[in-house]
């Protein structure tokens, strides 16, 4: 199985996970087809968005798969007047990853990170691991602690 860049990151902490591969469809690539394909709890796949806030730039929301981001609690979180997403043609750019594999370890850039809190209700959750059709499955905690995220309400 392939290591990524996300991977290496997390072995190079010691920080224990597991890298859980799906089939891709090119043409669904929501976080309820991932849940599906993986037999999980959509409340487990969590997706990384990445936004801009008007006074800190380019910032990380990591939310369940099955919730859309509140642009307002968002920016309240991240200390911003206004949010908004980042355009996908600069997504690449930004983090070094694109659509539908966007991890939120690992990008190109060590961007604030915000995690929804319901996160820390479970054991394990999954996120990308930073290309289509795998995913990696961690401890909320160390992923948190990884990525020096903060916890909030984004949804």
């Given at each position: 199985?392939?290591?990524?860049?996300?991977?290496?990151?997390?072995?190079?902490?010691?920080i224990?996970?597991?890298?859980v591969?799906?089939?891709?469809?090119?043409t669904?690539?929501?976080a309820?087809?991932?849940?599906?394909?993986?037999?999980q709890?959509?409340?487990r796949?969590?997706?990384?968005?990445?936004?801009t806030?008007d006074?800190?730039g380019?910032?990380?929301?990591?939310?369940?798969g099955g919730?859309?981001?509140?642009?307002k609690?968002?920016?309240?979180?991240s200390?911003?007047?206004?949010?908004?997403?980042?355009?996908?043609?600069?997504i690449?750019?930004?983090t070094?990853?694109?659509?539908?594999?966007?991890?939120p370890?690992?990008?190109k850039?060590?961007?604030?990170?915000?995690?929804?809190?319901?996160?820390?209700?479970?054991?394990y959750?999954?996120?990308?691991?930073?290309?289509r059709?795998?995913?990696?499955?961690?401890?909320p905690k160390?992923?948190?602690?990884?990525?020096?995220?903060?916890?909030?309400?984004?949804?």
């Amino acid at each position: 199985m392939i290591k990524t860049n996300a991977a290496r990151l997390l072995d190079a902490k010691g920080i224990f996970y597991e890298l859980v591969p799906y089939e891709i469809d090119e043409t669904d690539l929501s976080a309820k087809t991932v849940a599906t394909k993986l037999g999980q709890n959509i409340n487990r796949i969590f997706k990384t968005l990445v936004i801009t806030g008007d006074k800190t730039g380019v910032i990380v929301a990591v939310i369940p798969g099955g919730e859309e981001l509140d642009l307002k609690k968002a920016a309240i979180s991240s200390g911003n007047k206004s949010v908004s997403m980042a355009a996908m043609k600069d997504i690449l750019g930004l983090t070094g990853y694109i659509r539908g594999g966007c991890s939120p370890i690992g990008m190109k850039k060590k961007y604030p990170a915000y995690f929804h809190e319901s996160c820390l209700l479970h054991d394990y959750i999954f996120v990308s691991a930073g290309i289509r059709g795998l995913q990696i499955k961690i401890n909320p905690k160390d992923l948190i602690n990884i990525t020096s995220g903060n916890i909030c309400d984004l949804v």
